[in-house]
C-alpha cells in the first residue's frame, strides 16, 4: 500500500496514516490471508524477514514455523522501533520447542496457527 509522496519526495512509509502490521513470516500464501483481514480493517500490511525501521507499526506478528530465528532479540528491536506496539507469535502445535522459545524470549502472545487463524476475524479490530 505504499505510494508515491510527491511533497515529501519519496516513498509515503503510512505512519502518518493507517496503523501498520508486520509480518514476519515467509508463507506467502498464509500471508495473502493475514493482508485480507488487515487491509479490510483500515491497517497496512508489511510482509518482511525482520522488523524494518520505520514508523507507525502497531502490531508485529511472528510465524514461527518460518521465522522462528526472528524471536531472538525481537522484544528489544520492538522497544527500540515501535515500542507501544502489540507482539504476537504462532506456529504449529506440534513445534512445542518453538512455542517455548518464543514464550522465553518474552513474546507477550504465543498460540498455535489454529488460534491464530480463528482468531483473524478479530485481530485487527480497535
Known amino acids: 500500500m505504499s505510494s508515491v509522496n510527491e ?3 519519496g516513498w509515503d512509509t503510512g505512519s502518518d496514516s493507517d496503523p501498520t502490521v508486520v509480518f514476519l513470516s515467509g508463507d506467502l500464501m498464509f500471508a495473502s490471508r493475514v493482508r485480507a483481514a488487515a487491509e479490510s480493517a483500515g491497517w497496512e500490511f508489511q510482509l ?17 514455523s518460518t521465522r522462528s530465528g526472528a524471536v531472538d532479540g525481537l522484544m528489544d528491536r520492538c522497544r527500540q522501533v515501535c515500542p507501544s ?3 504476537l507469535a ?6 512445542v520447542a518453538r512455542l517455548d ?8 502472545l504465543v498460540m498455535t496457527r489454529g488460534q491464530f487463524d480463528r482468531s483473524l476475524g ?4 480497535s
Open 85 to 87: 506496539a502489540r507482539v
Open 122 to 125: 478479530t485481530l485487527f479490530d
Open 7 to 9: 511533497s515529501a519526495g
Open 101 to 108: 522459545q518464543a514464550k522465553q524470549a518474552g513474546i507477550p
Open 90 to 95: 504462532y506456529g504449529p502445535h506440534v513445534q
Open 48 to 64: 518482511a524477514a525482520s522488523l524494518p525501521d520505520r514508523g507507525g507499526i502497531e502490531l508485529v506478528i511472528v510465524d514461527l
